[in-house]
């Protein structure tokens, strides 16, 4: 990150734009707002922006079209805020390409926290061949995972579904998305193959039980803690 990055705004709740701006800014960034899907694709083809932040239901359609308007031409992180916390809508937006996904009421420190990591994952400047998170190291290259300096021993569908986790730290995957990148097409359905693997990957990451690396939003997917 540079610094000042351009934030692209958009939601038709007015005091919730005059607040993102506020936060925004204060955070360092430069905000852009927008109260409807027409007009956000219009400022973000004028000067694209270096991140979008796009309300679920705004008056001229809602933000899952507009992130994929996005897509079409554009891979800046994009953050959806939403008062739906459905399970359905959620899965909607990050399958249309949102990198994260928030239910309003939300808190501005995670907001912007959430922001940073996703901008960090976009900088293209940035390379990490070895990843380092609390005592794990990823040696993507090498394919080789060390706990507290001592190798750790993965099958390769565990060293897969870890390798998807770091190159998107903090980031909110499906499990859809997690069985296609991993296994293919054709178990995109199969959750129960994937809880399996996430609970013997987290034995193997943290033998003392718990979430330290690998977070899990119920019924939508799984979150590598960074």
Not at 145 to 160: A, F, K, N, Q, S
Not at 173 to 194: F, I, K, M, N
Request: one cysteine or more.
């Amino acid at each position: 990150m540079t610094g000042h990055e351009r934030i692209l705004v958009c939601d038709d709740e007015p005091q919730i734009l005059r607040a993102l701006r506020v936060v925004l800014r204060e955070a360092g960034f430069d905000p852009v707002v927008t109260s409807s899907v027409r007009e956000a694709l219009d400022v973000a083809a004028v000067r694209p922006p270096d991140a979008a932040i796009l309300d679920l239901l705004l008056p001229d359609g809602d933000g899952i079209q507009a992130c994929r308007a996005l897509r079409e031409w554009s891979a800046m992180p994009i953050l959806m805020l939403s008062a739906v916390g459905h399970e359905d809508q959620k899965v909607s937006a990050l399958e249309a390409g949102a990198d994260d996904y928030m239910v309003k009421p939300f808190s501005s420190r995670e907001l912007v926290a959430r922001l940073r990591a996703a901008l960090r994952r976009a900088d293209p400047g940035r390379t990490e061949p070895v990843i380092t998170v609390d005592g794990l190291s990823i040696d993507l290259a090498a394919r080789a995972v060390l706990r507290d300096g001592e190798p750790l021993h993965l099958t390769p569908i565990e060293y897969d579904l870890l390798r998807a986790f770091v190159r998107n730290r903090g980031r909110l995957l499906t499990h859809r998305t997690l069985l296609v990148d991993v296994w293919g097409p054709a178990y995109s359905e199969d959750t129960q193959t994937l809880r399996t693997h996430i609970a013997n990957l987290r034995r193997k990451l943290d033998p003392a039980g718990g979430s330290r690396y690998i977070a899990t939003d119920p019924g939508i997917g799984y979150r590598f803690v960074q």
